[in-house]
């Protein structure tokens, strides 16, 4: 697992995509401080290392991250980890455009295409 803070590259996106599930890397991003984790088989985990290293859970959304694609194809926003009725995320989706918005422009800044 990784916890990006800085830059990772399209190609190591595809090299862990290979390594994990072929055409996807699972990713947990922390819209508050602009990280994300990478590389690991589940969302759960992630979740718990940005916990473990001080991130708020409120914080954390879970996304897929599809190296061989572009535009809105790239990002999919399906995580269990989202399921948060409390704030009105009924779904594995983010229901919110602004948090949505948000993860956009944190993996644009993080992915170097």
Same mark, same amino acid.
């Given at each position: 697992? $990784? /916890? ?12 862990m995509?290979?390594? #994990? =599930? @072929?055409?996807?890397? !699972?990713?947990?991003?922390d819209? +508050?401080k602009?990280i #994300?984790?990478l590389?690991?088989p ?7 290392e940005l916990i473990?290293?001080g991130? !708020?859970?409120?914080?954390l959304? @879970? /996304?897929?991250?599809y190296? +061989?694609?572009?535009?809105?194809? =790239?990002? +999919? =926003?399906d995580?269990?980890?989202?399921l948060r ?7 594995? @989706?983010?229901?919110?455009? !602004?948090?949505? +918005? ?5 993996v644009s $800044?993080?992915?170097? !295409?």
């Amino acid at each position: 697992m $990784k /916890i990006i803070d800085n830059k990772v590259t399209l190609p190591e996106l595809k090299t862990m995509s290979k390594k #994990m =599930f @072929g055409n996807l890397v !699972k990713a947990v991003v922390d819209i +508050e401080k602009e990280i #994300m984790a990478l590389d690991a088989p589940m969302h759960a985990d992630q979740e718990a290392e940005l916990i473990k290293n001080g991130s !708020k859970q409120e914080d954390l959304w @879970g /996304i897929n991250l599809y190296p +061989e694609k572009s535009g809105s194809d =790239f990002i +999919e =926003f399906d995580s269990i980890i989202n399921l948060r009725p409390q704030v009105s995320n009924r779904t594995r @989706g983010v229901d919110d455009p !602004k948090i949505r +918005e948000k993860i956009i422009k944190i993996v644009s $800044k993080l992915v170097i !295409k």
